[in-house]
Nanobody, 130 residues
Framework: QAQMVESGGGLVQAGGSLRLSCTSS????????MAWFRQAPGKEREGVAC????????YYVDSVKGRFTISRDSAKNTLYLQMNSLKPEDTAMYYC???????????????????????WGQGTQVTVSS
């Protein structure tokens, strides 16, 4: 049974950093494109970043470009999101997602993203104080 578990969230002051992790089991990690999404209270879930199955290609939404870095470690079946220069507007529940079709990274920032996600993690809370 596929399972993805996020960790690394917490409370941080504006300008600080956090690194989120998402460890997968029950799937062949290397076969999946992986992405991070977030959902703030009262808002829709939005795609933040995506990486190809090999990790050779990464994509970011404009609001996090230059501040966030997505990466993956196949040996550990783990996806990461390094978040620097955090802002209060980054406050949200963060979810990792796995997509068996590489087009996840084409549509992760689109409203149709859910059709490209096979598995979701349970989420980890990130709170940035001003």
């Amino acid at each position: 049974q596929a399972q993805m578990v996020e960790s690394g969230g917490g409370l941080v002051q504006a300008g600080g950093s956090l690194r989120l992790s998402c460890t997968s089991s029950g799937i062949t990690f290397d076969y999946y494109a992986m992405a991070w999404f977030r959902q703030a209270p009262g808002k829709e879930r939005e795609g933040v970043a995506c990486t190809s199955w090999s990790g050779s290609e990464s994509y970011y939404v404009d609001s996090v470009k230059g501040r966030f870095t997505i990466s993956r470690d196949s040996a550990k079946n783990t996806l990461y999101l390094q978040m620097n220069s955090l802002k209060p507007e980054d406050t949200a529940m963060y979810y990792c997602a796995a997509g068996g079709d590489s087009r996840l990274c084409t549509f992760y920032h689109d409203r149709s993203y859910s059709g490209w996600v096979n598995y979701w993690g349970q989420g980890t809370q990130v709170t940035v104080s001003s």
